[in-house]
């Protein structure tokens, strides 16, 4: 094989690798440049090599795509075979009975792999609105975010991240096992997210910490990681500085006006309990499905005297995405402590908007 066709190959197999064990949709999938390699000599390999990569990938063995989706998937690679091949595959029709005969066993995965070899698998819901939230699954900020921040690794190693509205956790367990963050706080506000999320935590490796900001001496290669549930209207500036972020990140959380202002009034709240401490940076992923909402959300941090500026766009595509016709972008923001006296207004909400897995200590703005 010429090496710029093994180069088509590999980008042909990585692709399939990506997408399956991603349980992205089937018409997403390089189904044109596949043909176009089974009318060669070596298609049954490619086909060979696309099984292994996809149903026979060790991560799918352990942690499998729905049986639904698998069955989807296989049909359509015998029925692209079928199409270029008149000799049937023994293999596939295998493959295919193997996942016939299998049970739905629930929870089913979506895996993500990281450039360093490593994976991110989660317990995804397969609907985009499930139980009354649309935090169930993975969305298209959070991948872009998860990219953007494994390609500026300093701006987390070492340091405390508090992220807002963690979702399914793939941009945090992403920057936990590529970034090397000192601590990594994962949040929401819906109970039912916040129990996936804690079981996406520890399916990766980690275990939640009674405290982020007192790690085990025990273990040093990982970062410290808790789980907290915030409630944005409700949660306080010292509790939110109770975590002594050195970054804030939130991702695709920028979707009604409400929770745009609930967002920023969080900010803003922490921005004011500051003091004499380094203003954190934060970071905030979205994509702009409704520009009103893009508009409001800068209006919004206008008010709010929160600085900001939009990153490049970067076109680095590391995980596997569905169709997305929309721009997503990066806001980096500044959460610089109010000069006018007395903090930001609404600096005092009722005391019960957060809880973490074991309470989290308080203290008082300065």
Same mark, same amino acid.
């Given at each position: 094989m010429a090496p710029e066709e093994s180069a088509e190959a590999a980008d042909l197999l990585?692709?399939?690798? @990506? !997408?399956? +064990?991603? %349980?992205? %949709? +089937? !018409?997403?999938?390089? *189904?044109q440049g596949l043909e176009e390699k089974l009318k060669g000599p070596l298609g049954s390999k490619v086909l060979l090599d696309i099984l292994q990569k996809t149903v026979r990938h060790p991560v799918c063995v352990r942690h499998p795509p729905s049986v639904k989706y698998r069955r989807s998937f296989l049909s359509e690679l015998i029925r692209r075979h079928e199409a270029v091949q008149p000799e049937p595959l023994d293999e596939l029709y295998e493959a295919l009975a193997e996942v016939l005969m299998a049970q739905e066993a629930p929870p089913c995965h979506r895996s993500y792999l990281l450039p360093s070899g490593d994976t991110v698998t989660l317990t995804e819901s397969p609907a985009i609105v499930s139980q009354g939230t649309t935090g169930l699954v993975t969305w298209t900020a959070a991948l872009y975010l998860a990219e953007w921040a494994l390609d500026n690794p300093d701006t987390f190693a070492h340091r405390t991240v508090l992220e807002l509205g963690s979702g399914a956790g793939l941009t945090g367990l992403a920057i936990c096992k590529?970034?090397?963050? !000192?601590?990594?706080?994962f949040s929401d506000g819906h109970s039912r997210v916040l129990e996936q999320l804690r079981d996406n935590v520890v399916l990766n490796g980690l275990t939640p910490q009674a405290d982020p900001a007192d790690p085990d001496p025990c273990d040093t290669q990982r970062p410290q990681v808790a789980v907290a549930q915030l409630d944005w209207d409700l949660v306080t500036g010292p509790q939110l500085a109770a975590f002594q972020p050195d970054v804030v990140i939130a991702a695709d959380v920028l979707y009604c006006p409400e929770t745009t202002r609930s967002l920023v009034g969080a900010l803003q709240r922490l921005a004011g309990c500051q003091g004499h401490l380094r203003a954190p940076d934060a970071y905030v992923a979205f994509t702009a499905r409704n520009l009103d909402t893009w @508009?409001?959300?800068?209006?919004?941090?206008? @008010?709010?005297?929160?600085? *900001?500026?939009?990153l490049p766009r970067h076109s680095r595509r590391l995980f596997a995405y569905d169709e997305e016709t929309v721009e997503t972008s990066i806001l980096k923001l500044t959460l610089a402590a109010p000069s006018h006296a007395g903090g930001p207004p609404g600096d005092h909400p009722p005391q019960d908007g957060m809880s973490l897995d074991t309470h989290g200590v308080s203290q008082t703005c300065e």
């Open positions: 990585r692709s399939f690798e @990506r !997408r399956f +064990l991603a %349980a992205r %949709a +089937l !018409r997403s999938f390089p *189904w590529g970034c090397r963050p !000192r601590a990594y706080v @508009r409001l959300f800068t209006e919004e941090l206008g @008010r709010a005297g929160i600085p *900001w500026e939009k």
